[in-house]
């Protein structure tokens, strides 16, 4: 059964950071492309950097210089380490993995399964 469960989100001060965590069960997490979104109360959910196979990263415009991401195979885990928070960077986080090979791409529809998510407060 395919499993994502994140961990790491909590409550961080502005100029801050958080470390998140994706584990994955019932697949091996290095062969697949595997995204962060996040989604904010009365916003879309908005892509924030995916992991290919290969190790190709992409950034959504809103984590570059200030997210990055990263994956340990043996761990069958995912990080997101965010710095330098900021109180607009307030959701929900979600892992999501694309298990039919469409690559590393910041967009929902293709990805298959995702986790519950992690919810992350940005606030003094």
């Known amino acids: 059964q395919v499993q994502l469960v994140e961990s790491g989100g909590g409550l961080v001060q502005p100029g801050g950071s958080l470390g998140l965590s994706c584990t994955a069960s019932?697949?091996?997490?290095?062969?697949?492309?595997i995204g962060w979104f996040r989604q904010a109360p009365g916003k879309e959910r908005e892509g924030i950097s995916c992991i290919s196979s290969t190790d190709g990263i992409v950034y959504g415009d809103s984590a570059k210089g200030r997210f990055t991401i990263a994956r340990d195979n043996a761990k069958n885990t995912v990080y997101l380490q965010m710095n330098r928070l900021k109180p607009e960077d307030t959701a929900v986080y979600y892992c999501?993995?694309?298990?039919?090979?469409?690559?590393?791409?910041?967009?929902?529809?293709?990805?298959?399964?995702w986790g519950q998510g992690t919810q992350v407060t940005v606030s003094s």
């Open positions: 019932g697949f091996t997490l290095g062969r697949y492309a």
């Open positions: 999501a993995a694309d298990l039919e090979g469409y690559g590393c791409y910041l967009s929902n529809a293709l990805y298959d399964y």
